[in-house]
């Protein structure tokens, strides 16, 4: 016994030094994982009676997620959901994400960019049926003119369009058009004919609403601006951000209001995706030539999804 003990602690002392000689593991430079708890609307709570799910997240410096995100059920800790975050409150997904009902079936599963979902996504209901979508078009504001007059003239330089978004929308196409005056005039339809992209489920809401935009713009006659207005305008889903644009000579102060907020853009054609439950949209355009009358040309249709 003695001399095995003695072969030991001979192995032991020999073997130190190279045990001393290895290199030393690299610091962990990943931040500890945050546990966050909400309530059924999504709403952060620090009240036990009110967690309907928790979220486990790492992140930097900044606030930033760094790496996966993921989402569980509580107090079931059962997965929801998991993928990257580009920002949180609101919450806008990137890359691949899967959601999962609490019985542990498929919720959905597709590839986002900057929070808009791509052609690839799929949802099932909980009794793991999928869910298969459809689109269609409708005028959500046809065609309206309104004139703004100059700065520093007595009439009113500012125009709110209130566009009314039909139920199921997850979308608009708008075509903006502000010219001074003197400048050619300008007209389009807004009739669109979708009926190819339409049945092809795979396409994509984006596309989808990037190839309508597309449609309205093609279908513009009369002559281009020859010099670019000097007009801002936004466009918001907030009613007391409209109010305060009509209020204060033509600004919205209101953070993270604005879907748009552009300057000195004579003409605009774009796709726009909206959130879900929007029944109204204001298009706020503010005339700021001094002495030169402005028309702003405005229609916006929107892309309807309906599934089953």
Same mark, same amino acid.
């Given at each position: 016994?003695?001399?095995?003990?003695?072969?030991?602690?001979?192995?032991?002392?020999? $073997?130190?030094?190279?045990?001393?000689?290895?290199?030393?593991?690299?610091?962990?430079?990943?931040?500890?994982?945050?546990?966050?708890?909400?309530?059924?609307?999504? +709403? =952060?709570?620090?009240?036990?009676?009110?967690?309907?799910?928790? =979220?486990?997240?790492?992140?930097?410096?900044?606030?930033?997620?760094?790496?996966?995100? =993921?989402?569980?059920?509580?107090?079931?800790?059962?997965?929801?959901?998991? !993928?990257?975050?580009?920002?949180? $409150?609101? #919450?806008?997904?990137?890359?691949?994400?899967?959601?999962?009902?609490?019985?542990?079936?498929?919720?959905?599963?597709?590839?986002?960019?900057?929070?808009?979902?791509?052609?690839?996504?799929?949802?099932?209901?909980?009794?793991?049926?999928?869910?298969?979508?459809?689109?269609?078009?409708?005028?959500?504001?046809?065609?309206?003119?309104?004139?703004?007059?100059? $700065?520093?003239?007595?009439?009113?330089?500012?125009?709110?369009? +209130?566009?009314?978004?039909?139920?199921?929308?997850?979308?608009?196409?708008?075509?903006?058009?502000?010219?001074?005056? !003197?400048?050619?005039?300008?007209?389009?339809?807004?009739?669109? $004919?979708?009926?190819?992209?339409?049945?092809?489920?795979?396409?994509?809401?984006?596309?989808?609403?990037?190839?309508?935009?597309?449609?309205?713009?093609?279908?513009?006659?009369?002559?281009?601006?020859?010099?670019?207005?000097?007009?801002?305008?936004?466009?918001?889903?907030?009613?007391?951000?409209?109010?305060?644009?009509? #209020?204060?000579?033509?600004?919205?102060?209101?953070?993270?209001?604005?879907?748009?907020?552009?300057?000195?853009?004579?003409?605009?054609?774009?796709?726009?995706?909206?959130?879900?439950?929007?029944?109204?949209?204001?298009?706020?355009?503010?005339?700021?030539?001094?002495?030169? #009358?402005?028309?702003?040309?405005?229609?916006?249709?929107?892309?309807?999804?309906?599934?089953?």
């Amino acid at each position: 016994m003695v001399k095995r003990y003695s072969f030991y602690l001979l192995l032991l002392v020999t $073997s130190l030094p190279a045990l001393a000689q290895r290199p030393k593991p690299a610091a962990v430079t990943s931040p500890p994982a945050d546990t966050i708890y909400f309530d059924r609307d999504w +709403e =952060r709570t620090e009240t036990l009676e009110e967690v309907a799910y928790a =979220r486990i997240a790492r992140h930097d410096a900044s606030g930033k997620t760094v790496g996966s995100v =993921r989402d569980y059920f509580y107090p079931s800790w059962k997965k929801q959901g998991e !993928g990257k975050l580009l920002s949180e $409150s609101p #919450d806008v997904l990137t890359g691949l994400c899967t959601g999962w009902y609490e019985n542990g079936q498929l919720n959905f599963r597709g590839t986002y960019v900057k929070g808009q979902a791509q052609a690839d996504f799929k949802s099932w209901r909980e009794d793991g049926r999928e869910i298969k979508c459809r689109y269609s078009t409708q005028d959500a504001l046809p065609i309206s003119t309104a004139t703004m007059h100059c $700065s520093n003239c007595m009439h009113l330089s500012r125009k709110v369009f +209130e566009v009314d978004i039909p139920e199921g929308a997850v979308g608009i196409m708008y075509k903006l058009d502000v010219r001074d005056e !003197g400048q050619p005039p300008i007209t389009w339809t807004t009739a669109l $004919s979708l009926a190819g992209a339409m049945s092809n489920p795979a396409t994509g809401t984006m596309a989808l609403m990037s190839f309508a935009a597309s449609k309205i713009d093609k279908q513009t006659t009369g002559g281009a601006p020859t010099k670019s207005t000097k007009c801002h305008w936004y466009i918001t889903p907030d009613a007391e951000a409209a109010q305060q644009f009509l #209020d204060t000579k033509g600004y919205i102060t209101k953070p993270n209001v604005c879907y748009k907020a552009e300057q000195n853009t004579p003409t605009e054609t774009k796709s726009l995706a909206i959130k879900p439950g929007t029944r109204r949209l204001y298009v706020c355009v503010n005339n700021d030539n001094y002495t030169t #009358d402005a028309t702003a040309t405005l229609s916006v249709t929107a892309l309807v999804q309906a599934c089953q």
